[in-house]
Nanobody, 116 residues
Framework: QVQVVESGGGLVQAGGSLRLSCAAS????????MGWYHQQALGRQRELVA????????NYADSVKGRFTISRDNAKNTGYLQMNSLKPEDTGVYYC?????????WGQGTQVTVSS
């Protein structure tokens, strides 16, 4: 069973930066799409903020364009979300999702808190 683990969250002041990591236990990154989702609060829907296809195409939510960058290192089975110019509304839990036509994996999430 593949496990996905996010890390890198924490408390940061507005305008600061964080780099989230998404590590997979198996060698699956090269043939899976990766998405980073943001859940502002319990009970609210997870929103896709950044997406990276297995062949390297990226897409971002309008709210993070120009501030967040998604990337991956397939050899390390790890993905990243570089978050710059953070805003208080970026606060929440960030989840990594890896999926293909045959599988769909989620991590447990990592908390990001941006203070004003």
């Amino acid at each position: 069973q593949v496990q996905v683990v996010e890390s890198g969250g924490g408390l940061v002041q507005a305008g600061g930066s964080l780099r989230l990591s998404c590590a997979a236990s198996g060698s699956i990154f090269s043939n899976h799409h990766m998405g980073w989702y943001h859940q502002q609060a319990l009970g609210r829907q997870r929103e896709l903020v950044a997406f990276d296809t297995s062949d390297g195409r990226t897409n971002y939510a309008d709210s993070v364009k120009g501030r967040f960058t998604i990337s991956r290192d397939n050899a390390k089975n790890t993905g990243y979300l570089q978050m710059n110019s953070l805003k208080p509304e970026d606060t929440g839990v960030y989840y990594c999702n890896l999926r293909s036509n045959y599988a769909n994996y989620w991590g447990q999430g990592t908390q990001v808190t941006v203070s004003s």
